[in-house]
């Protein structure tokens, strides 16, 4: 019995060593490494990484993922990152979150041109002339600066003027910060908006005083909203799988590693005591 015991503390504590140390790589990452990217994908070839997801480790230094040349969706929201020349080899990445880090100036990823997605909210962009190095990408779709949900924006965004910037720069995007600036209903809106506010100002020269009634919506809830194709929910069930194999490859390597240190253990307890005579 006491052997069992002992072999099952063994095990106990090696897998516990083993999640402290994972743990601790989660919260004290600095630079990224090849090992970090082959641990976190569960891939040996960095060029056969497609989806990459890096949140809030701390990171500061973008390593090795410029070798990650396939790559397509990047997220490395929350982190400490300030130089990004690493990505300017990244041509077919189409989603990148950079998100609540410390960025002054997007020049590197010029060269992304495949690039459709991009979230740069929470930065420290501070002026119109840091957004024309994005016009090569002829490709984008939606443009996030300004985020109120948590409360992330950029210097630039106290520019009202960004936003008409951006619009004549891609014609055709679709959402910046999050709003749709495309798409059924939204010309409709603008328009009444405008139309609104002309006679707000007509009134208001005239002395009188503008009320607001209460008023109720002509329509009900949602139906403006652009119904999602099929395949972007295709597109977005991918994303979603993506994920979980992510998720599944990493618990896989992380068992293996702890069944590994534990027969490595009970193996070394196993062995017979050797006596010199």
């Not at 002992?6 to 106990?12: L, P, V």
């Not at 090696?14 to 090992?35: D, R």
């Not at 016009?135 to 948590?150: F, G, H, K, T, V």
């Not at 293996?256 to 490595?264: C, D």
Request: charged share 25%; net charge negative; glycine share 6%.
């Amino acid at each position: 019995m006491d052997g069992k015991r002992d072999k099952a503390q063994d095990f106990i504590t090696t897998q516990g060593l083993h999640n402290n140390a994972y743990k601790k790589q989660e919260t004290e990452v600095a630079k990224i490494t090849a090992e970090l990217l082959k641990s976190r994908t569960g891939e040996f070839d960095l060029e056969s990484i497609l989806f990459l997801k890096l949140r809030g480790l701390g990171i500061y230094d973008l390593g090795c993922v410029g070798e990650c040349m396939n790559l397509e969706r990047l997220d490395l929201s929350g982190n400490n990152i300030t130089n990004l020349t690493p990505l300017s080899s990244l041509r077919l990445l189409i989603s990148l979150n950079l998100s609540a880090n410390r960025i002054t100036s997007l020049e590197a990823i010029s060269s992304c041109y495949s690039l459709q997605n991009l979230n740069v909210a929470g930065n420290l962009i501070n002026s119109i002339e840091n957004l024309h190095c994005l016009q090569p990408m002829r490709n984008m779709e939606s443009i996030r600066l300004n985020d109120n949900l948590y409360n992330y924006t950029n210097p630039v965004c106290k520019n009202s003027a960004y936003r008409n910037v951006l619009l004549e720069m891609f014609p055709n995007i679709k959402v910046l910060d999050g709003e749709r600036v495309v798409g059924r209903g939204s010309d409709l809106y603008q328009l009444c908006k405008d139309i609104d506010d002309t006679i707000k100002e007509g009134m208001a020269r005239n002395g009188q005083t503008v009320e607001v009634p209460e008023c109720k919506p002509w329509v009900e809830d949602g139906y403006w909203d652009i119904k999602r194709s099929n395949s972007a929910i295709v597109d977005e069930a991918y994303k979603q799988f993506s994920d979980v194999l992510q998720e599944c490859r990493l618990l896989n390597s992380r068992a293996a590693h702890a069944i590994a240190q534990t027969e490595r253990a009970l193996t070394a307890k196993s062995q017979p005591k050797q006596y010199s005579v």
